[in-house]
């Protein structure tokens, strides 16, 4: 765990009030160390330099710091000493850090006659140009931004922070020479051209919804390759054996070789059928992952899980073929449908059962900010889903044992899609299997957490219901799951919050009975 951000800065700079809005619009809790230390030792910290003096509380600090950048995931302020301990600076180095800056006058007005800063307590002015002095090398050491609040209002340096909480992020998956990037921020896309190096030729898959923006990609990287653009059916109608056999083709008539790349550009129907194609093609070319939706920036573009549907189940052909890299780039997602971008929050919402129980506090304190493009919420959600992901697959890539956590609703999910020719939202479908998973979770013992289920899925306007009498055919296709083996079936449920467990003695009888108490 850690926080979100951590402020650094002088006296005066702000940190608290700042911290506080920054974390309200963030939707996650604010922690201040020096409040911490008060607490800790009973007494109000110029009453610790008076009676114990600043080495003391020196010390204090230093293990407050360090208990909070391991148990806080909010927003944290530090005091304004803190970054002169040489131990902090280093743990500082694995966190984003913001420096608010702000000038001796500016710094001096605000803080007035110093109630309750000790070291201000006398002559403010020259005191706090001697720390200003000091302390500024130190703030910029270990800042990853700054942000200058002279001349400015809380309110402004709080949109500048949280604008560059957006900018773009990077997760890795895998290890050593195994690993590749997944990028997030406005801009990624701008990533891209680097990616291309040895190419002589990119292919780009994409559907008709994406058609401008994947001309916008051509014409970006026509500089440094050949671009190839290659439209295919949307969404569940691409991901076929048949579209992919059409691609191929189209890989061949453009002279397509080993160091030529794939660039998938669309939701997650389209970067599974990219990953696929490149999986297959001259038994495996490099893919590189634009998604554009929710579910394929959080879920499907990360991970290397490719493939199609056929007539037996969804996704039973496909290969694990890791990405080049993936690059998401929020911005698009301001033109996806309401529809889908909820769709994509059930992957969202099932990290955050299986792994990250603060996704599910940011989505239940405002649901309809997860639901906006451009909330801090949203690329919050994003930037943790992914994380979650990120670490599952990098410890599992071929789901030989807790990738399978990753499957978490999907049993019944891809047995509603199936037995409804693929027609359903995917994001939908794994909505509806959390809710039989949930149920299946709290009849065989373990924890109840069907209500917060329902209540969360919900407030996004996703569906927690089925239609009944479809049992017979979801129980056939169910027994089809991969993660079945032999004549076992597995489903995967919770023990507890963020305490998934892969499951292998569910009875028929319980399915049906959890079926029935979803079914509407
Ligand atoms: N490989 C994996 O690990 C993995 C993980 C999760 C899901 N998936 C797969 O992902 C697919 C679902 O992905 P999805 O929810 O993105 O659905 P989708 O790919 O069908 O996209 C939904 C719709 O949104 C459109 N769209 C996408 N981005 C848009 C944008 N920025 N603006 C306007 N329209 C846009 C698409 O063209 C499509 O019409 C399923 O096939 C599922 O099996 C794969
Ligand atoms: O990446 C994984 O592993 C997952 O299980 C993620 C799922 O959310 C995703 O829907 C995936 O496509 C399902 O994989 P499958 O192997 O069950 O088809």
Known sequence: MSPVLVLVGPPGSGKTTVGKRLADKLGVSFRDTDVDIAEAAGSPIPDIFVDHGEEHFRSLEREAVAAALSEHDGVLALGGGAVLAESTRALLADADVAFLSVELSAAVARVGLGAGRPLLAMNPRATMKVLLDQRKPLYREVADVTVDTDDRTPDEVVSELAQWLGGPAVVTVGSASQSYDVVIGADATVALVDQLTGARRAAILYSAPMAEHATRVAAFIADVVEPVAIEVPDAEAGKTIEVAARCWDRLGEAGFTRTDVIIGIGGGAVTDLAGFVAACWLRGVDVIQLPTSVLGMVDAAVGGKTGVNTGGGKNLVGAFHPPRSVLCDLSILDTLPRVDRAAGLAEVIKCGFIADPKILDIIEADPKAA???????????????????????????????????????????????????YERRHGEAVSIGMMFAAVLGRMTGRVDLVERTRAILESVGLPTGYVDGRFDDLAAAMRLDKKNTGHTQRFVLLDDLVAPALVDDVTVEQQAAAYREITT
Request: no cysteine.
């Open 371 to 421: 639901l906006d493009p451009s909330s801090p919420q949203l690329a919050e959600l994003v930037r943790r889903a992914i994380a979650v992901k990120a670490e599952v697959v990098t410890e599992d890539l071929t789901e030989a044992g807790r990738r399978a956590f990753l499957n978490y609703g999907h049993t019944f999910a891809h047995a509603i899609e199936k037995v409804e020719r």
